[in-house]
């Protein structure tokens, strides 16, 4: 059996994914190989069929699809799915949400359009700088430079977010953050910066921010690109027992609250 499964991998590298993926498509296939990271005939297909079909949740499918189409955002209907389940885990309306790392406004589109659909009425705060990443460690953040990502508009974002419960702060989060000091019980927050140092702020800023059963999902963190990013949640995770981590197959990091931070 190991020699086949070897055979078999010898054989897929030899001819390309690409190819692969292409000749799949040809053939009206809806599944491609992925091209990085883990053995891509394994986990992917065995068993498929005990997965969830996505597919099938039509509230979900139709508003991941619209965020999609609109190539706001490179989140794909996996992560969205992280997302929306996080939404659904809010307790309670008394809870805001935050995401960090807005861009194009997909991935709070897709929030928005989740909490309306399932009746959620909860403040939600919106953080970019509009005008790209504002502070990149060179050592630590390998290609990402200041700047990247800076092609998107404040008030283009604002006019497709539009929407009652929704604040966008412009700027660096390092001092926006200071709008939301007062806050102390986010229900979820999408962390989605790309780089170390913010990425290490943000984690410490909501770490007293959030009670028990909160959620922190960041996204990127198995992201080979953002090396900077993994470091800065596995050092709060390391040094941090509040939080219990879960790193999912999406290459997201789940980061739930377990108990509160006492104060110092
Ligand atoms: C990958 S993009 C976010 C993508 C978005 N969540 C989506 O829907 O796909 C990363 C964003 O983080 C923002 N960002 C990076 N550093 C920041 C900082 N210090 N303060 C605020 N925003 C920052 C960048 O401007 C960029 O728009």
């Not at 068993?47 to 079909?53: G, M």
């Not at 861009?103 to 909860?122: L, V």
């Not at 770490?207 to 996204?219: A, H, N």
């Amino acid at each position: 059996m190991k020699i086949v499964k070897k055979v078999i991998k010898k054989t897929l590298r030899k001819i390309g994914i690409d190819r692969i993926n292409k000749a799949l498509k040809s053939q009206g296939v809806k599944y491609e190989l992925a091209k990085t990271g883990a053995t891509y005939y394994t986990y992917y297909w065995r068993k498929a069929t005990k997965k969830i079909d996505l597919k099938t949740l039509p509230s979900f499918w139709e508003i991941a699809s619209m965020v999609i189409d609109d190539q706001r955002t490179s989140l794909y209907y996996d992560r969205l799915y992280t997302l929306w389940q996080g939404v659904l885990s809010v307790p309670s309306f008394d809870y805001p949400l935050a995401e960090i790392g807005t861009y194009r406004g997909g991935s709070a589109k897709f929030i928005i359009e989740t909490m309306k659909k399932n009746g959620y009425k909860n403040k939600f705060f919106v953080f970019d700088t509009f005008e790209g990443h504002a502070l990149v460690d060179q050592r630590l953040d390998g290609k990402h430079r200041v700047g990247s990502f800076g092609d998107t508009s404040y008030e283009e974002v604002k006019a497709y977010l539009n929407s009652p419960n929704v604040t966008l702060h412009k700027g660096n989060f390092l001092e926006t953050a200071q709008n939301i000091d007062h806050i102390t019980n986010f229900g979820m927050v999408h962390i989605d910066v790309d780089v170390h140092p913010v990425t290490t702020f943000c984690l410490k800023f909501f770490e007293r921010r959030t009670l028990p059963g909160s959620i922190i999902i960041v996204d990127d963190y198995g992201n080979l690109s953002c090396k900077g990013l993994k470091k800065a949640v596995d050092d709060f995770v390391q040094t941090n027992s509040h939080f219990k981590m879960f790193y999912l197959l999406t290459g997201q990091a789940l980061l739930v609250k377990v108990n509160n931070v006492e104060a110092v």
